[in-house]
């Protein structure tokens, strides 16, 4: 019944508009009652991405049962689960994709289910690099790199209309996070208790990794580690060369 909603649903949207179709539009479609819509989905907004919650279910599983070895290996194949759900239905994604272009309450809706993914892996990065102090915000920072270089590619081959392989863009704008971040876990335990939990932030001055957010331009966030001594202007520089590729 949930894919029935959704389908009628989504039919609906492109036919008439998101905004134009009411709760009683789409039940008349799938030939059900308003308890049922409700049952399922607590809004139209909820009826346009009906497999996310599924998709951060198996994420949260598969983070749980990740070994200690590589956590930001873990969390890169984690958000790799997205993909291959936006990629097991090309059209339907690149549908929504441009829906969502269209309908500002649905663009909001949606940078609130990728904040929840990200969440999600910064909360398993707290568990290995700690809860407190620089441990926690390396855990922000690495999922927040890993959320924006996966959706950076994914909306490449969203934008392309679903042609190609989506994992090539999003490979390599996940390698280009491990890169910078990944490093062994045995790397982020102190040798003495002087010593601190994370590891150094690589040598090249400045890191420009992705953007994130909003597609088509709009309300995205570029990522970026710099050097600390790193003067603003180049700072300023490189933020400004990074918007200007994307």
Known sequence: MREVLAQAAFQLFL????????????????GVGRRSFF????????????????????????L???DDSDPVGAVSDAARIVLRMYAA???????????????????????SVVRRYEQTLAGHLRSRFGADGDGALRAEVVAASVVAAHNNGLRLWLRSGGEG??????????????????????????????????????????????VSGGGDGDGEVVVMVARKGTPMWRVVQQIEAAVGEN
């Not at 989905?41 to 949260?60: G, I």
């Not at 059209?91 to 940078?111: A, D, H, I, K, N």
Request: aromatic fraction near 8%; charged fraction near 25%.
């Open 64 to 66: 749980a049962a990740a």
């Open 165 to 210: 392989d989506p994992e090539v863009a999003v490979d390599h704008a996940l390698a280009l996070v491990r890169e910078v971040w990944g490093r062994p876990a045995a790397s982020t335990a102190p040798a003495d208790p002087g010593a601190s939990a994370v590891p150094a932030v690589p040598a090249a001055p400045f890191v420009p990794l992705a």
């Open 15 to 30: 036919e008439r508009g998101f905004e134009r179709t009411t709760v009683d539009d789409i039940v008349a479609r799938a």
């Open 39 to 62: 049952r399922y989905f607590p809004s139209k907004e909820d009826a346009v991405f009906p497999d996310h919650e599924r998709c951060l279910a198996e994420m949260t599983d598969f």
């Open 89 to 111: 239905n090309p059209e339907f994604s690149v549908q929504r994709y441009r829906l969502t272009r269209e309908v500002p309450g649905l663009r909001t809706y949606e940078l």
